[in-house]
């Protein structure tokens, strides 16, 4: 659920055990440049985040997390779709489709707002609720099912 410019402030002392504290973003300045900014983008962005042991095993152990400019990411990430054969699709849908993922798992909205930084439920209800067929097939069976067993 980060964003790309959480993901290029992350530092290993971000690292505790499988808690990141998400709290510096990359951002560009005045003059076009990327800097660090101390500051999360609103107060809710600064947040701690519980991710799998699997994950935490592959980070740095010192210096930065990732040394690469969001637009880098960006680059990066596309060639990699691209050398992997997977479909284009853009760094920021990753966010997406944690949100949507989290949803289909019955994950209470404060929670998902909560490991994704967001305020209010506003923007998260309007720009990153989706949904997976997969689930919906599951979800129409599970509805259609209790109907059935009423009728």
Same mark, same amino acid.
């Given at each position: ?13 971000? %690292?505790?055990? $499988? ?9 560009k300045?005045?003059?076009? @440049?990327?800097?660090? =900014? +101390? %500051?999360?983008? $609103? ?13 935490? @095993?592959?980070l740095? =152990? +010192? ?36 949100v ?52």
């Open positions: 659920t980060l964003r790309r410019s959480e993901v290029c402030g992350l530092y290993f002392y971000d %690292v505790n055990g $499988n808690i990141v504290h998400v709290h510096n973003t990359m951002v300045d005045k003059d076009k @440049k990327w800097v660090l =900014k +101390s %500051v999360a983008k $609103n107060g809710s962005s600064d947040r701690y985040v519980e991710y799998p042991e699997h994950v935490i @095993k592959e740095p =152990k +010192s210096g930065k997390i990732c040394n690469m400019s969001p637009d880098l990411i960006t680059n990066n990430f596309g060639r990699t779709l691209k050398r992997i054969g997977l479909p284009p699709f853009r760094f920021h849908d990753l966010r997406h489709y944690s949507t993922i989290m949803h289909a798992l019955g994950i209470p909205e404060a929670y998902i707002m909560e490991r994704g930084g967001w305020k209010t439920n506003t923007v998260l209800n309007q720009v990153y609720r989706g949904t997976r067929s997969d689930f919906s097939k599951k979800y129409a069976s599970q509805t259609n099912s209790y109907f059935d067993s009423i009728l």
